[in-house]
Nanobody, 123 residues
Framework: QVQLVESGGGLVQAGGSLRLSCAAS????????MGWFRQAPGKEREFVAA????????RYADYVKGRFTISRDNAENTVYLQMNSLKPEDTAVYYC????????????????WGQGTQVTVSS
């Protein structure tokens, strides 16, 4: 069992930066692939980024590639999402998720989810 708690969201102006954190509990956290997803009002949850258990493999959605960076610290049981050059269209609730096995962009394939953190980008 893995429990996830996101933090670091907030209000930022366009062009600014935020770093989201996702703290995980559970002794097997370091063996899980981790992902970040987001959901804007009236829209479906969409993939943002994912990282495999040892951080060798990372994947990004095209709309965040070059602006967002996913990383993890297994000693601290934490995964991060560094978000730079933020745009108003990045406004959403951001969720972290965990799954056994390889990274995937499909939300349905993740086993555990956090409660989400709000990111609002003003123009």
């Amino acid at each position: 069992q893995v429990q996830l708690v996101e933090s670091g969201g907030g209000l930022v102006q366009a062009g600014g930066s935020l770093r989201l954190s996702c703290a995980a509990s559970g002794r097997t956290y370091s063996t899980y692939a981790m992902g970040w997803f987001r959901q804007a009002p009236g829209k479906e949850r969409e993939f943002v980024a994912a990282i495999n258990w040892n951080a060798v493999i990372t994947r990004y959605a095209d709309y965040v590639k070059g602006r967002f960076t996913i990383s993890r610290d297994n000693a601290e049981n934490t995964v991060y999402l560094q978000m730079n050059s933020l745009k108003p269209e990045d406004t959403a609730v951001y969720y972290c998720a965990a799954r056994r096995g390889a990274t995937t962009t499909s939300a349905s394939e993740y086993d555990y989810w956090g409660q989400g953190t709000q990111v609002t980008v003003s123009s």
